[in-house]
T-cell receptor, first 114, second 113 residues
Framework: DVKVTQSSRYLVKRTGEKVFLECVQDMDHENMFWYRQDPGLGLRLIYFSYDVKMKEKGDIPEGYSVSREKKERFSLILESASTNQTSMYLC?????????????FGPGTRLTVT | DAKTTQPPSMDCAEGRAANLPCNHSTISGNEYVYWYRQIHSQGPQYIIHGLKNNETNEMASLIITEDRKSSTLILPHATLRDTAVYYCIVRGFLGAGSYQLTFGKGTKLSVIP
């Protein structure tokens, strides 16, 4: 079974703190994604990566950065956490095989910024 | 990217087929239709996808109309564990060979005992 794991299920941080969310996949997938999910807004793509050290902005990259030093690991960084970044963060991964693939999601990290 | 329209909620009796509709009237010729579901407090789970032909796997069947403007996800024998929010997604191209899944609000399916 494909497994995508995220470092924490629940996280509470203070405003201004630097926050690291880590995602690891064990299926040798080329693509990895970070989304956030908020009530009434659905899932929104923050960043994605199609290869090691490669990254592309999604729809809402402001306030976030990412790092992909190894193929299996994709980190989301909140440089200075703010209360409007309180959300559920979901990581996903997929093969790079053109049109016909599926994304596999991790369990999510519920981040609260106080 | 093509948009999708789904009913906000549906009920289905346990053991009966659940038919979840989706409209995607602006879909383009090379865009796939994907279905995911999200059980409470979990990450989304892939169900099935298709381009033109009907598809079936161990979880569900996907029926796509000939004009591709709508589709229906069928869970043949719904169980209580199928209670979830179901998302119909038409995938858009991000570039660099990557594709974005744009999740709308989905349909909350409640399976009733």
């Amino acid at each position: 079974d494909v497994k995508v794991t995220q470092s924490s299920r629940y996280l509470v941080k203070r405003t201004g703190e630097k926050v690291f969310l880590e995602c690891v996949q064990d299926m040798d997938h080329e693509n990895m994604f970070w989304y956030r999910q908020d009530p009434g807004l659905g899932l929104r793509l923050i960043y994605f990566s199609y290869d090691v050290k490669m990254k592309e902005k999604g729809d809402i990259p402001e306030g976030y950065s990412v790092s992909r030093e190894k193929k299996e690991r994709f980190s989301l960084i909140l440089e200075s956490a703010s209360t409007n970044q309180t959300s559920m963060y979901l990581c996903a991964s997929s093969f790079f095989v053109g049109q016909g693939y599926e994304q596999y999601f991790g369990p999510g990290t519920r981040l609260t910024v106080t | 990217d093509a948009k999708t329209t789904q009913p906000p909620s549906m009920d289905c009796a346990e053991g009966r087929a659940a038919n979840l509709p989706c409209n995607h009237s602006t879909i383009s010729g090379n865009e796939y239709v994907y279905w995911y579901r999200q059980i409470h407090s979990q990450g989304p789970q892939y169900i099935i996808h298709g381009l033109k032909n009907n598809e079936t796997n161990e979880m569900a069947s996907l029926i796509i109309t000939e004009d591709r403007k709508s589709s229906t996800l069928i869970l043949p024998h719904a169980t209580l564990r199928d209670t979830a929010v179901y998302y119909c997604i038409v995938r858009g191209f991000l570039g660099a060979g990557s594709y974005q899944l744009t999740f709308g609000k989905g349909t909350k399916l409640s399976v009733i005992p």
